[in-house]
């Protein structure tokens, strides 16, 4: 809280100087507190005066800046000798405001989005079948097959320990990926 003693006296803060000796030694005090709110206290013999309106002596009364205040209603307060008081409060409420704007702006954000477009798949496509050769005489599959990956599943094929016979009528289309004369089982 900031005070400011109002008068003729040479240790007033704000001096007003009187010929007519109308204005006391120390006619009035003003009290500017933290949040911002001013006060006046009258103690003066010829009296204080807000907007034209004399205000009881030894009482604090409100006053915003830009009031007309004056003294033994001949001297007007000058308002530019008054300091502005620190507004910190105001800043910290500000700064709260703020985050709490912004953090409701992100929750609505999140609330209100609407899920992403699924990617679509490709489409697949169907190769023509390959036909193959009809073939004369038995096929014997070798006692090894050596097949790193089943393609369609992308994992390992263990060969076959025995051979097979596959007579000429039963015999699988050849896959178009396979190495030439390995048959896929």
């Not at 001297?75 to 910290?92: C, Q, R, S």
Request: aromatic share 6%; glycine share 4%.
């Amino acid at each position: 809280m900031q005070q400011y003693i109002i008068g003729r006296s040479n240790s007033c803060h704000i001096r007003i100087p009187d010929l007519k000796e109308r204005i006391s030694r120390e006619h009035a005090t003003l009290k500017v507190l933290d949040d911002g709110k001013i006060f006046i206290v009258d103690s003066s013999i010829n009296g204080t005066y807000v907007n034209g309106v004399k205000i009881s002596p030894g009482v604090d009364y409100p006053v915003k800046r830009g009031d007309h205040v004056s003294f033994a209603n001949d001297y007007e307060l000058d308002w530019a000798l008054v300091a502005k008081p620190k507004l910190k409060l105001t800043v910290y409420l500000l700064a709260a405001l703020a985050l709490v704007i912004t953090g409701s702006c992100i929750a609505l954000f999140f609330l209100l989005r609407q899920p992403p477009e699924p990617i679509p798949e490709p489409p697949i496509t169907v190769e023509e079948p390959i036909i193959m050769e009809e073939v004369e005489e038995p096929v014997i599959a070798p006692d090894s097959i050596n097949v790193e990956t089943d393609t369609t599943k992308n994992t390992p094929v263990k060969a076959n320990p025995k051979p097979r016979v596959i007579q000429p009528d039963t015999v699988p289309p050849k896959p178009a990926d396979s190495p030439a004369g390995v048959i896929i089982f």
